[in-house]
């Protein structure tokens, strides 16, 4: 009876104590906090859990990125002075607005790599064509081959792009892998094996450890990303993922590149490659070749990584910074729309000051508690004057942004909790009018399959439904 009183005294202080650390943590999003709370209080046991694994932040600790730091400075030893001049030099930036300026030196408090002058870019939106010009450039491939994805499925697709890869590496290509653990937990080891047997070097992003600050981050915080990079020279990323999903069902956006933006693409994957246990037994010699000008490859172009052990989020802060600077218009297209309170607030204010803001969404999500998550948040945008459209038919995946027909932003980053807070991701940003308006059009094209969610109709909704919406709109900063 004694020792029962005593357990339940130093569960309850374990509670209570869990509850101080969550409301003196430095993070300023109170929602999550308040969404932590709720779950440790409603399922203390199971809430205690979850928040050891999936609620540490190293973001706010600053002790998880230290081999970000060790792979930069062991990078600026051996780069040559062409290259990191292509990477970090400022030159390029001149060339943009003025008024975009102070948004590219916001950008480069991910890795550093800033605006990149001399490249061309395809802007895909149909799978098909992903797959068809993938693996025509990897069939290509004299050197090199580098691929990280968050889903590398064992489909069609999947493994006619699987194949060319063994193809490639018994040819002699050196050909670089990462996946993602945690979201390909269901792939047997056996398939990557397969790669290996070929030659292909084959890592794993995700590598829990015993340290609860690593095993947490590890668990919880996926690599998103999506990046090809052949001969250090054509670079692909965007939302598309390797499978048939976004092969042949979805609607997607994807980019093409050529130029110097590839060498921000090859820096950020090698840096996710060494610190993922990777080798690169010869140096970096040959992975940044020597610029190549061409005459109409003039686009300019700012990769920018994120990752949760960074200090600031740096694609949140984009995000945020590109709608409140948008006057004319901010189109939106996102699967998930979650939104944490700053870019909430931002595309409120964005709204009632004139700008034509408008958020295209699917129509059904392919998660069947991100829907009701979604529309959570419709009443409140509909308020400020913001257009919701959903999508119907084909399931839209594509994560892009397009301002004032001069910024366009393609990448793997959604606009939710995960994906601003938790997720490694990455995003392409793309100054200039051409692409732009090519952007715009994209949008305005697939307007054209959508509804417009009326605010008197969407009023009229059945009650259940808005009580489900409250319900998860609760807990959306913990999806």
Request: glycine share 6%; charged share 25%; aromatic share 10%.
């Amino acid at each position: 009876m004694v020792l029962s009183n005593i357990a339940y005294i130093l569960f309850g202080l374990l509670i209570a104590g869990t509850i101080l650390v969550i409301l003196t943590d430095d993070d300023d999003n109170s929602s999550k906090k308040i969404a932590w709370i709720a779950v440790i209080s409603l399922l203390p046991i199971i809430g205690l859990i979850a928040y050891l694994i999936l609620g540490l932040n190293p973001r706010r600790t600053r002790k998880y990125n230290e081999h970000q730091k060790k792979f930069a400075e062991a990078f600026n030893k051996i780069c040559d002075e062409a290259t990191r001049d292509r990477l970090f030099g400022h030159s390029a930036e001149e060339k943009i607005l003025p008024a975009y300026r102070e948004l590219a030196r916001l950008l480069t408090h991910s890795n550093g790599t800033t605006v990149s002058d001399n490249n061309d870019i395809e802007i895909i939106t149909s799978g098909q064509r992903k797959l068809e010009a993938l693996l025509e450039d990897l069939e290509n491939a004299k050197d090199h081959i580098h691929m990280e994805y968050f889903y590398f499925r064992k489909d069609n697709g999947s493994k006619k792009i699987k194949a060319m890869l063994m193809k490639k590496a018994q040819e002699g290509v050196k050909v670089r892998f990462i996946h993602e653990n945690i979201a390909n937990i269901d792939i047997s080891p056996r398939y990557y094996n397969e790669m290996k047997k070929a030659g292909v070097e084959v890592v794993k992003f995700t590598k829990p450890r015993f340290n609860l600050l690593r095993f947490s981050a590890r668990l919880n915080y996926r690599d998103h990303r999506k990046i090809v990079v052949i001969d250090g020279k054509i670079g692909y990323t965007g939302g598309m993922n390797i499978g048939d999903d976004y092969f042949i069902r979805w609607r997607d956006t994807h980019v093409r590149i050529t130029g110097n933006a590839v060498s921000a693409l090859q820096y950020s994957f090698l840096f996710s490659y060494i610190c993922s246990g990777g080798v690169i037994e010869s140096g970096f010699s040959g992975l940044f070749p020597p610029e190549e000008k061409a005459p109409g490859k003039d686009k300019l172009i700012q990769i920018v990584p994120d990752q949760p052990d960074d200090m600031w989020p740096i694609i949140h802060m984009g995000a945020v910074w590109t709608i409140q600077h948008s006057t004319r218009y901010v189109y939106i297209q996102t699967p998930y729309f979650v939104p944490p309170e700053p870019l909430m607030q931002a595309l409120k204010a964005a709204a009632l000051k004139g700008t034509d803001v408008r958020i295209m969404l699917p129509q059904v999500s392919d998660s069947s508690y991100m829907d009701p998550a979604n529309k959570s948040h419709y009443q409140e945008c509909l308020d400020a004057g913001i257009r919701i459209y959903e999508k119907t038919g084909s399931f839209i995946h594509s994560k892009t942004i397009v301002s004032d027909d001069y910024l366009s932003i393609v990448g793997s980053a959604n606009m939710d909790f995960r994906s601003l807070e938790l997720n490694y991701e990455i995003n392409a940003y793309i100054y200039g009018e051409e692409t732009a308006r090519e952007n715009k059009e994209i949008f305005m094209k697939d307007l054209e399959s959508c509804r417009e969610i009326l605010p008197e109709q969407w009023k009229r909704r059945p009650w259940y439904r808005k009580v489900l919406e409250t319900i998860l709109r609760l807990f959306a900063p913990l999806l």
